[in-house]
Protein backbone atom coordinates (compact mmCIF):
# COMPACT_ATOMS: atom_id res chain seq x y z
CA UNK A 1 0.00 0.00 0.00
CA UNK A 2 1.49 3.42 -0.97
CA UNK A 3 0.59 6.93 -2.52
CA UNK A 4 -2.00 7.49 -4.76
CA UNK A 5 -1.97 9.26 -8.28
CA UNK A 6 -1.61 13.07 -8.75
CA UNK A 7 -4.73 14.72 -10.52
CA UNK A 8 -2.54 15.09 -13.45
CA UNK A 9 1.31 15.67 -14.29
CA UNK A 10 3.22 18.14 -14.98
CA UNK A 11 3.58 19.58 -18.04
CA UNK A 12 6.29 20.63 -20.35
CA UNK A 13 7.09 24.23 -21.58
CA UNK A 14 4.08 24.98 -24.07
CA UNK A 15 5.81 28.23 -25.46
CA UNK A 16 9.64 29.38 -26.01
CA UNK A 17 10.92 29.51 -22.86
CA UNK A 18 7.09 29.61 -21.26
CA UNK A 19 6.24 27.13 -18.65
CA UNK A 20 2.42 25.61 -18.64
CA UNK A 21 0.92 23.17 -16.59
CA UNK A 22 -2.96 21.91 -15.57
CA UNK A 23 -1.92 21.00 -12.17
CA UNK A 24 -1.57 23.63 -9.00
CA UNK A 25 1.88 23.59 -9.59
CA UNK A 26 2.06 26.02 -12.68
CA UNK A 27 5.76 27.52 -13.88
CA UNK A 28 7.61 24.23 -13.38
CA UNK A 29 9.11 22.96 -16.67
CA UNK A 30 10.70 19.09 -16.78
CA UNK A 31 10.11 18.82 -12.59
CA UNK A 32 11.43 21.94 -11.78
CA UNK A 33 10.61 24.81 -10.70
CA UNK A 34 11.56 28.29 -12.70
CA UNK A 35 12.75 31.23 -10.40
CA UNK A 36 11.51 34.42 -12.38
CA UNK A 37 13.77 36.64 -10.64
CA UNK A 38 17.19 34.92 -11.63
CA UNK A 39 15.55 34.47 -15.00
CA UNK A 40 14.93 37.65 -16.11
CA UNK A 41 17.34 39.18 -18.37
CA UNK A 42 18.41 42.49 -16.33
CA UNK A 43 18.97 40.12 -13.28
CA UNK A 44 21.83 37.90 -15.56
CA UNK A 45 23.08 41.55 -16.53
CA UNK A 46 23.62 42.81 -13.01
CA UNK A 47 25.05 39.40 -12.32
CA UNK A 48 27.52 40.31 -15.35
CA UNK A 49 28.51 43.83 -13.94
CA UNK A 50 29.07 42.36 -10.53
CA UNK A 51 31.53 40.05 -12.03
CA UNK A 52 33.40 42.96 -14.48
CA UNK A 53 33.70 45.29 -11.03
CA UNK A 54 35.48 42.29 -9.28
CA UNK A 55 37.58 41.13 -12.04
CA UNK A 56 38.82 44.98 -12.83
CA UNK A 57 39.81 45.53 -9.58
CA UNK A 58 41.68 42.19 -9.05
CA UNK A 59 43.73 42.87 -12.10
CA UNK A 60 43.99 46.88 -10.71
CA UNK A 61 45.66 45.60 -7.60
CA UNK A 62 47.47 43.30 -8.63
CA UNK A 63 49.38 44.72 -11.58
CA UNK A 64 49.10 48.45 -9.79
CA UNK A 65 49.44 47.94 -5.67
CA UNK A 66 51.34 44.65 -6.50
CA UNK A 67 53.01 45.26 -9.31
CA UNK A 68 52.90 42.05 -10.68
CA UNK A 69 53.36 42.18 -14.89
CA UNK A 70 49.95 41.42 -16.24
CA UNK A 71 48.73 41.17 -19.47
CA UNK A 72 46.65 44.55 -19.31
CA UNK A 73 45.33 44.94 -22.71
CA UNK A 74 43.89 41.51 -23.18
CA UNK A 75 42.19 41.37 -19.78
CA UNK A 76 40.61 44.49 -20.26
CA UNK A 77 39.47 43.97 -23.54
CA UNK A 78 38.04 41.05 -22.46
CA UNK A 79 35.89 42.75 -19.62
CA UNK A 80 34.84 45.07 -22.42
CA UNK A 81 33.78 42.53 -24.58
CA UNK A 82 31.74 41.44 -21.75
CA UNK A 83 30.18 45.44 -21.34
CA UNK A 84 29.14 45.35 -24.75
CA UNK A 85 27.72 42.27 -24.74
CA UNK A 86 25.46 43.30 -21.45
CA UNK A 87 25.05 46.76 -23.30
CA UNK A 88 23.40 45.53 -26.36
CA UNK A 89 20.98 42.74 -24.10
CA UNK A 90 20.19 45.38 -22.06
CA UNK A 91 19.16 47.90 -24.62
CA UNK A 92 16.95 44.97 -26.25
CA UNK A 93 12.99 44.61 -25.01
CA UNK A 94 14.18 40.94 -23.91
CA UNK A 95 15.77 42.86 -20.93
CA UNK A 96 12.57 43.80 -19.92
CA UNK A 97 10.97 39.99 -19.23
CA UNK A 98 11.95 36.80 -18.45
CA UNK A 99 15.14 35.26 -20.80
CA UNK A 100 14.18 31.98 -22.42
CA UNK A 101 16.01 28.50 -21.40
CA UNK A 102 18.26 29.12 -24.53
CA UNK A 103 18.97 32.43 -23.83
CA UNK A 104 19.73 32.21 -20.36
CA UNK A 105 22.22 29.69 -21.60
CA UNK A 106 23.78 31.35 -24.18
CA UNK A 107 24.58 34.46 -21.13
CA UNK A 108 25.89 32.12 -18.84
CA UNK A 109 28.03 30.28 -21.06
CA UNK A 110 29.31 33.55 -22.85
CA UNK A 111 30.45 34.17 -19.05
CA UNK A 112 32.19 30.97 -18.54
CA UNK A 113 33.83 31.54 -21.98
CA UNK A 114 34.90 35.50 -20.80
CA UNK A 115 36.19 33.94 -17.25
CA UNK A 116 38.09 31.12 -19.06
CA UNK A 117 39.90 33.83 -21.25
CA UNK A 118 40.87 36.37 -18.27
CA UNK A 119 42.55 32.91 -16.32
CA UNK A 120 44.19 31.92 -19.41
CA UNK A 121 46.06 35.39 -19.37
CA UNK A 122 46.60 35.13 -15.67
CA UNK A 123 47.68 32.09 -14.56
CA UNK A 124 45.26 29.35 -15.56
CA UNK A 125 44.04 26.60 -13.03
CA UNK A 126 46.28 27.45 -10.72
CA UNK A 127 45.12 31.27 -10.16
CA UNK A 128 42.77 31.04 -6.86
CA UNK A 129 39.98 32.73 -8.79
CA UNK A 130 39.64 29.96 -10.98
CA UNK A 131 36.78 28.73 -8.37
CA UNK A 132 34.76 31.38 -10.23
CA UNK A 133 33.61 29.17 -12.85
CA UNK A 134 31.84 27.43 -10.32
CA UNK A 135 29.06 30.57 -10.64
CA UNK A 136 27.58 30.24 -13.42
CA UNK A 137 27.18 26.22 -13.28
CA UNK A 138 25.33 26.93 -9.75
CA UNK A 139 22.61 29.77 -11.16
CA UNK A 140 22.17 27.31 -14.09
CA UNK A 141 21.67 24.82 -11.81
CA UNK A 142 18.85 26.46 -9.77
CA UNK A 143 17.08 27.89 -12.44
CA UNK A 144 17.69 26.17 -15.63
CA UNK A 145 16.34 22.86 -16.81
CA UNK A 146 18.54 19.95 -16.31
CA UNK A 147 19.54 19.81 -19.84
CA UNK A 148 20.65 23.25 -19.91
CA UNK A 149 22.51 23.30 -16.37
CA UNK A 150 24.39 20.04 -17.46
CA UNK A 151 25.41 21.34 -20.83
CA UNK A 152 27.19 24.38 -19.21
CA UNK A 153 28.80 22.03 -16.71
CA UNK A 154 30.40 20.18 -19.54
CA UNK A 155 31.32 23.44 -20.86
CA UNK A 156 33.01 24.45 -17.44
CA UNK A 157 34.51 21.58 -17.40
CA UNK A 158 36.44 21.12 -21.13
CA UNK A 159 37.60 24.95 -19.93
CA UNK A 160 38.64 23.78 -16.53
CA UNK A 161 40.71 20.76 -18.73
CA UNK A 162 42.35 23.52 -21.27
CA UNK A 163 43.22 25.92 -18.73
CA UNK A 164 45.71 23.05 -17.06
CA UNK A 165 46.73 22.18 -20.26
CA UNK A 166 47.31 25.86 -21.68
CA UNK A 167 48.01 29.05 -19.77
CA UNK A 168 50.10 31.99 -19.48
CA UNK A 169 51.80 31.95 -16.16
CA UNK A 170 50.30 33.44 -13.03
CA UNK A 171 51.66 36.83 -12.18
CA UNK A 172 53.89 36.99 -9.18
CA UNK A 173 57.24 38.52 -8.23
CA UNK A 174 60.46 37.45 -10.25
CA UNK A 175 61.99 34.42 -9.21
CA UNK A 176 58.74 32.95 -8.14
CA UNK A 177 57.95 29.10 -7.84
CA UNK A 178 56.86 27.05 -11.82
CA UNK A 179 53.99 24.70 -11.34
CA UNK A 180 54.88 21.50 -12.83
CA UNK A 181 51.96 20.03 -15.02
CA UNK A 182 50.72 17.23 -12.32
CA UNK A 183 50.02 20.64 -9.87
CA UNK A 184 48.32 21.98 -12.70
CA UNK A 185 46.03 18.62 -13.69
CA UNK A 186 45.53 18.52 -9.74
CA UNK A 187 43.80 22.01 -9.86
CA UNK A 188 41.95 21.03 -12.81
CA UNK A 189 40.90 17.63 -11.14
CA UNK A 190 39.24 20.01 -7.91
CA UNK A 191 38.04 22.11 -9.99
CA UNK A 192 35.93 19.34 -11.83
CA UNK A 193 35.16 17.86 -8.75
CA UNK A 194 33.59 21.38 -7.47
CA UNK A 195 31.72 22.15 -10.74
CA UNK A 196 30.09 18.97 -11.05
CA UNK A 197 29.28 18.97 -7.30
CA UNK A 198 27.65 22.35 -7.37
CA UNK A 199 25.65 21.74 -10.13
CA UNK A 200 24.14 18.82 -9.56
CA UNK A 201 23.56 19.80 -6.02
CA UNK A 202 22.11 22.94 -6.97
CA UNK A 203 19.39 21.07 -9.73
CA UNK A 204 18.73 18.49 -7.33
CA UNK A 205 17.79 20.99 -4.59
CA UNK A 206 15.51 22.82 -6.94
CA UNK A 207 13.73 20.17 -7.90
CA UNK A 208 12.71 18.93 -4.58
CA UNK A 209 11.97 22.14 -3.82
CA UNK A 210 9.47 22.36 -6.84
CA UNK A 211 8.37 18.78 -6.09
CA UNK A 212 7.31 20.08 -2.49
CA UNK A 213 5.60 23.45 -3.60
CA UNK A 214 3.74 20.70 -6.16
CA UNK A 215 2.39 18.83 -4.00
CA UNK A 216 1.53 21.47 -1.30
CA UNK A 217 0.14 23.37 -4.26
CA UNK A 218 -2.05 19.88 -4.99
CA UNK A 219 -3.16 19.77 -1.14
CA UNK A 220 -4.49 23.12 -0.93
CA UNK A 221 -6.46 22.34 -4.59
CA UNK A 222 -7.99 19.54 -2.70
CA UNK A 223 -8.84 21.39 0.21
CA UNK A 224 -10.51 24.40 -2.10
CA UNK A 225 -12.51 21.71 -4.32
CA UNK A 226 -14.15 20.44 -0.95
CA UNK A 227 -15.20 23.60 0.20
CA UNK A 228 -16.37 24.51 -2.88
CA UNK A 229 -18.55 21.41 -3.04
CA UNK A 230 -19.52 22.18 0.62
CA UNK A 231 -20.73 25.34 -0.67
CA UNK A 232 -23.23 24.11 -2.95
CA UNK A 233 -25.45 22.70 -0.50
CA UNK A 234 -25.60 26.86 0.70
CA UNK A 235 -26.25 28.19 -2.71
CA UNK A 236 -28.91 25.37 -3.40
CA UNK A 237 -30.83 26.45 -0.19
CA UNK A 238 -30.53 30.20 -1.57
CA UNK A 239 -31.90 29.17 -5.07
CA UNK A 240 -34.91 27.46 -3.53
CA UNK A 241 -35.76 30.12 -1.23
CA UNK A 242 -35.85 32.68 -3.98
CA UNK A 243 -38.23 30.62 -6.28
CA UNK A 244 -40.64 29.84 -4.29
CA UNK A 245 -41.99 33.27 -4.50
CA UNK A 246 -42.90 33.04 -7.91
CA UNK A 247 -43.58 29.39 -8.49
CA UNK A 248 -46.27 30.16 -5.62
CA UNK A 249 -47.74 32.85 -8.32
CA UNK A 250 -47.39 30.29 -10.84
CA UNK A 251 -49.25 27.89 -8.78
CA UNK A 252 -52.37 30.54 -8.20
CA UNK A 253 -52.27 31.45 -11.75
CA UNK A 254 -52.57 28.42 -13.20
CA UNK A 255 -55.48 26.47 -10.69
CA UNK A 256 -57.49 30.38 -11.50
CA UNK A 257 -57.24 29.68 -15.20
CA UNK A 258 -57.99 25.48 -14.59
CA UNK A 259 -61.25 26.63 -12.84
CA UNK A 260 -62.17 28.76 -14.88
CA UNK A 261 -61.79 26.56 -18.73
CA UNK A 262 -63.99 24.08 -19.55
CA UNK A 263 -63.22 20.49 -20.34
CA UNK A 264 -60.67 20.35 -22.89
CA UNK A 265 -57.15 20.26 -23.73
CA UNK A 266 -56.76 23.76 -22.50
CA UNK A 267 -58.23 22.49 -19.47
CA UNK A 268 -56.02 19.70 -18.94
CA UNK A 269 -52.79 21.64 -19.34
CA UNK A 270 -53.37 24.37 -16.96
CA UNK A 271 -53.78 21.27 -14.11
CA UNK A 272 -51.05 19.81 -16.04
CA UNK A 273 -49.27 23.73 -15.24
CA UNK A 274 -50.30 23.13 -11.48
CA UNK A 275 -48.93 19.90 -11.03
CA UNK A 276 -45.16 20.61 -12.47
CA UNK A 277 -45.16 24.04 -10.78
CA UNK A 278 -45.97 21.92 -7.64
CA UNK A 279 -43.30 19.03 -8.38
CA UNK A 280 -40.63 22.10 -8.99
CA UNK A 281 -42.09 23.65 -5.20
CA UNK A 282 -41.34 19.93 -4.03
CA UNK A 283 -37.95 19.85 -5.34
CA UNK A 284 -36.60 23.41 -4.27
CA UNK A 285 -37.95 22.44 -0.84
CA UNK A 286 -35.99 19.40 -0.14
CA UNK A 287 -33.41 21.23 -1.63
CA UNK A 288 -33.70 23.87 1.02
CA UNK A 289 -33.62 21.46 3.59
CA UNK A 290 -30.60 19.73 2.56
CA UNK A 291 -28.50 20.39 5.35
CA UNK A 292 -25.33 21.08 4.21
CA UNK A 293 -24.10 24.01 5.72
CA UNK A 294 -26.85 24.83 7.88
CA UNK A 295 -28.49 21.92 9.73
CA UNK A 296 -25.86 20.85 12.45
CA UNK A 297 -27.55 16.98 12.33
CA UNK A 298 -26.15 16.95 8.80
CA UNK A 299 -22.82 18.31 10.45
CA UNK A 300 -22.76 15.43 12.90
CA UNK A 301 -21.49 11.86 11.40
CA UNK A 302 -21.28 8.49 14.13
CA UNK A 303 -17.99 6.62 13.88
CA UNK A 304 -19.78 3.90 12.01
CA UNK A 305 -21.28 6.35 9.52
CA UNK A 306 -17.74 7.99 8.95
CA UNK A 307 -15.85 4.26 8.38
CA UNK A 308 -19.00 3.19 6.21
CA UNK A 309 -18.57 6.50 3.84
CA UNK A 310 -14.67 5.61 4.17
CA UNK A 311 -15.45 2.02 2.82
CA UNK A 312 -18.58 2.93 0.35
CA UNK A 313 -16.36 3.41 -3.20
CA UNK A 314 -15.25 -0.28 -2.16
CA UNK A 315 -17.89 -2.07 -0.55
CA UNK A 316 -19.43 -5.33 -2.28
CA UNK A 317 -16.32 -5.29 -4.99
CA UNK A 318 -15.49 -8.59 -5.60
CA UNK A 319 -11.70 -8.67 -5.33
CA UNK A 320 -11.29 -7.46 -1.81
CA UNK A 321 -13.94 -8.32 0.81
CA UNK A 322 -14.30 -4.84 3.14
CA UNK A 323 -15.22 -4.39 6.70
CA UNK A 324 -15.80 -1.41 9.42
CA UNK A 325 -15.32 -2.35 12.59
CA UNK A 326 -16.20 0.11 15.81
CA UNK A 327 -14.95 -0.60 19.21
CA UNK A 328 -14.16 1.02 22.61
CA UNK A 329 -14.18 0.40 26.16
CA UNK A 330 -17.29 -1.09 27.47
CA UNK A 331 -20.06 0.70 28.55
CA UNK A 332 -19.05 3.72 26.93
CA UNK A 333 -20.78 5.12 24.12
CA UNK A 334 -19.17 5.87 20.55
CA UNK A 335 -18.75 9.87 19.86
CA UNK A 336 -20.61 11.67 16.81
CA UNK A 337 -17.89 13.40 14.95
CA UNK A 338 -18.09 16.75 12.77
CA UNK A 339 -18.54 15.96 8.94
CA UNK A 340 -14.80 16.72 7.99
CA UNK A 341 -14.38 16.60 4.53
CA UNK A 342 -10.96 16.89 4.35
CA UNK A 343 -10.55 13.90 7.00
CA UNK A 344 -13.16 11.69 4.53
CA UNK A 345 -10.88 12.66 1.58
CA UNK A 346 -7.74 11.44 3.07
CA UNK A 347 -8.94 8.46 4.92
CA UNK A 348 -10.45 7.45 1.33
CA UNK A 349 -7.54 7.46 -0.69
CA UNK A 350 -5.54 5.27 2.39
CA UNK A 351 -8.38 2.84 1.69
CA UNK A 352 -7.91 3.43 -1.88
CA UNK A 353 -3.96 2.34 -1.78
CA UNK A 354 -5.53 -0.57 0.67
CA UNK A 355 -7.40 -1.42 -2.45
CA UNK A 356 -4.64 -1.60 -4.53
CA UNK A 357 -2.25 -3.84 -2.43
CA UNK A 358 -4.59 -6.03 -0.74
CA UNK A 359 -4.82 -9.61 -1.21
CA UNK A 360 -8.48 -10.62 -0.11
CA UNK A 361 -9.68 -8.09 2.69
CA UNK A 362 -9.27 -4.66 3.80
CA UNK A 363 -10.66 -3.69 7.52
CA UNK A 364 -11.21 -0.15 8.85
CA UNK A 365 -11.29 -0.24 12.65
CA UNK A 366 -12.80 3.37 14.73
CA UNK A 367 -11.63 3.02 18.11
CA UNK A 368 -12.32 5.41 20.97
CA UNK A 369 -12.19 6.23 24.56
CA UNK A 370 -12.36 9.06 27.10
CA UNK A 371 -8.90 10.73 25.55
CA UNK A 372 -8.80 9.70 21.99
CA UNK A 373 -10.61 8.80 18.77
CA UNK A 374 -8.38 6.65 15.69
CA UNK A 375 -9.34 5.41 12.36
CA UNK A 376 -6.99 2.16 11.38
CA UNK A 377 -6.93 1.18 7.66
CA UNK A 378 -5.07 -2.54 8.00
CA UNK A 379 -5.20 -5.05 4.65
CA UNK A 380 -3.37 -8.21 3.75
CA UNK A 381 -1.27 -7.50 1.30
CA UNK A 382 2.81 -7.46 1.24
CA UNK A 383 3.03 -4.48 3.39
CA UNK A 384 5.41 -1.61 2.72
CA UNK A 385 8.63 -2.34 2.41
CA UNK A 386 11.72 -1.00 4.42
CA UNK A 387 12.62 1.74 1.77
CA UNK A 388 9.25 2.90 1.17
CA UNK A 389 8.66 2.87 5.10
CA UNK A 390 11.23 4.92 5.83
CA UNK A 391 10.61 8.09 3.56
CA UNK A 392 6.68 7.55 3.66
CA UNK A 393 4.41 10.45 3.92
CA UNK A 394 7.02 12.30 1.81
CA UNK A 395 6.24 13.45 -2.00
CA UNK A 396 7.20 11.78 -4.69
CA UNK A 397 7.40 8.25 -2.96
CA UNK A 398 5.69 5.28 -3.95
CA UNK A 399 5.72 1.72 -5.29
CA UNK A 400 2.29 1.29 -6.63
CA UNK A 401 1.53 -0.31 -10.13
CA UNK A 402 1.17 0.90 -12.91
CA UNK A 403 -2.16 1.67 -14.28
CA UNK A 404 -2.79 -1.83 -16.02
CA UNK A 405 -1.69 -3.61 -12.97
CA UNK A 406 -3.93 -1.49 -10.32
CA UNK A 407 -7.08 -2.59 -9.32
CA UNK A 408 -8.20 1.41 -9.07
CA UNK A 409 -6.42 2.17 -12.23
CA UNK A 410 -4.43 5.07 -10.89
CA UNK A 411 -0.68 5.48 -11.90
CA UNK A 412 1.54 6.00 -8.89
CA UNK A 413 3.18 9.66 -8.12
CA UNK A 414 3.74 9.55 -4.71
CA UNK A 415 1.42 12.45 -4.00
CA UNK A 416 -1.62 10.66 -2.82
CA UNK A 417 -0.11 9.66 1.02
CA UNK A 418 1.55 12.92 0.95
CA UNK A 419 -1.82 14.62 0.40
CA UNK A 420 -3.52 12.43 2.80
CA UNK A 421 -0.48 12.62 5.68
CA UNK A 422 -1.15 16.90 5.19
CA UNK A 423 -4.62 16.89 5.24
CA UNK A 424 -4.94 14.56 8.20
CA UNK A 425 -2.38 16.04 10.29
CA UNK A 426 -3.84 19.82 9.83
CA UNK A 427 -6.97 18.09 11.19
CA UNK A 428 -5.05 17.96 14.45
CA UNK A 429 -4.34 13.81 13.70
CA UNK A 430 -1.00 11.95 14.61
CA UNK A 431 -0.18 9.86 11.46
CA UNK A 432 1.46 6.48 11.55
CA UNK A 433 2.59 3.47 9.41
CA UNK A 434 3.61 0.27 9.74
CA UNK A 435 3.38 -3.49 8.85
CA UNK A 436 1.36 -6.43 10.69
CA UNK A 437 3.52 -8.81 12.35
CA UNK A 438 1.49 -11.57 9.78
CA UNK A 439 1.86 -9.35 6.67
CA UNK A 440 -0.29 -6.68 5.60
CA UNK A 441 0.52 -2.90 5.89
CA UNK A 442 -1.45 -0.81 8.99
CA UNK A 443 -2.30 2.91 8.31
CA UNK A 444 -3.35 4.95 11.73
CA UNK A 445 -4.41 8.86 12.24
CA UNK A 446 -5.14 9.40 15.77
CA UNK A 447 -6.80 12.43 17.02
CA UNK A 448 -7.47 14.05 20.60
CA UNK A 449 -11.17 13.36 21.09
CA UNK A 450 -11.76 17.27 21.98
CA UNK A 451 -11.07 17.59 18.50
CA UNK A 452 -13.02 15.62 16.37
CA UNK A 453 -16.49 14.86 18.79
CA UNK A 454 -18.82 16.85 17.65
CA UNK A 455 -20.47 17.98 21.13
CA UNK A 456 -24.53 18.09 22.12
CA UNK A 457 -25.66 21.50 20.50
CA UNK A 458 -29.50 21.43 21.40
CA UNK A 459 -30.71 20.73 25.02
CA UNK A 460 -32.29 17.34 24.87
CA UNK A 461 -36.22 17.75 25.95
CA UNK A 462 -36.74 17.73 29.43
CA UNK A 463 -39.76 14.94 30.68
CA UNK A 464 -41.85 16.22 32.70
CA UNK A 465 -43.68 13.94 35.37
CA UNK A 466 -46.66 14.48 37.25
Not at 21 to 37: C, F, H, L
Not at 165 to 176: C, K, N, R, S, T
Not at 181 to 195: D, E, Q, T, V
Not at 336 to 347: G, K, Q, S
Request: net charge neutral; aromatic share 6%; glycine share 8%.
Amino acid sequence: MTSTAAPKSIDEASGPGEPRSDTPGAGIVQGRRVSAGLRQARSLILLRCLFMVCQATVIAVVGRVLGYPIAYLPCFALIGMSALFSLGIAITPAAMRNARPWEASGQLAFDILQLSGLLYFTGGVVNPFCFLLIVPVTVAGTTLPQRHAFGLAILAIVCSLALAAFALPLPGPPGAVAFSSIYRLGCAIALIAAIAFACGYAAWTATEGARMALALSVTETVLAREQRLSALGGLAAAAAHELGTPLATITVVAKELARETKEGPLHDDAWLLVEQAQRCRDILQRLAEKPETTDALHERMSLLQVVRDVLAPYAGKAQVRAEAVVTGPPGMTAPDLWRRPEVLHAMTSIVENAFDFARAEILVTARFDADSIALEVRDDGPGFSPEVLATLGEPYVTSRPGAEGSRTGHVGMGLGFFIAKTLLERSGAKVEFANARGGGAIVTARWPRKRMEAFELVPKRLELTP
